[in-house]
């Protein structure tokens, strides 16, 4: 466990894992699954669920299947508390763990330099919504590149919001990056950016 102090509040942050799983369900299950039932799933699966799965049945298959990663340790990420409540969370892995970004057209049609041997991305924020704009996501952020490097480091891509319109708090802000030295590679999609760091 980690701990990190930001202006004036002390955080936590811990790794999700089977013994974390029940603090990440908690801070999920309290915001319906967060983005209409994924449970974090969406970058996981190359393509969606079938058609079927709609509503509750889809939020409860990728809640099944969040679960079933982590216990296979098929999931990395981290989890912020305050007061040992959790508040905060970032999901990052290597390539291979995050396919659907490989899959998009967007990131198909993009030139980029062949030179990451171990690829790493940083996909989605979520805060509760009492502890937004308190550094909650910076905390989880420095701390999945903390953990990156522990595993070896490597090429660590991001892709936060350019525009106000777009989705920000799923996939941070160019600012946070830029603070943490990653560095804007082209465009992606109209109101992204991909970055990049290596560690």
Not at 100 to 129: E, H, M, Q, S
Not at 181 to 191: D, H, K, W
Request: charged share 30%; proline share 5%; with cysteine.
């Amino acid at each position: 466990m980690r701990t990190m102090a930001l202006k004036g509040s002390i955080y936590t942050t811990k790794e999700l894992s089977a013994k974390t799983w029940p603090d990440f369900e908690k801070l999920f299950a309290k915001h319906g699954g967060v983005q209409a039932g994924c449970w974090c799933m969406f970058y996981h699966r190359p393509r969606p669920l079938p058609p079927e799965f709609k509503g509750k049945e889809r939020a409860a298959q990728n809640r099944r299947d969040k679960k079933t990663f982590v216990q296979q340790g098929r999931s990395h990420g981290i989890l912020v508390y305050a007061r040992e409540q959790p508040v905060g969370w970032c999901q990052f892995g290597p390539r291979d763990e995050l396919s659907r970004i490989d899959a998009g057209r967007i990131y198909r049609k993009l030139d980029l330099p062949d030179d990451a041997r171990n690829l790493w991305r940083i996909t989605c924020f979520f805060v509760d919504r009492g502890y937004r704009h308190k550094g909650v996501a910076r905390v989880a952020l420095r701390a999945a590149l903390d953990v990156i490097r522990e595993g070896g480091g490597g090429v660590v891509e991001a892709y936060p919001a350019t525009s106000r319109k777009a989705v920000g708090i799923w996939f941070g802000t160019v600012d946070m990056f830029e603070r943490e030295r990653f560095r804007t590679v082209c465009a992606y999609g109209n109101s992204n950016v991909l970055m990049r760091r290596t560690l």
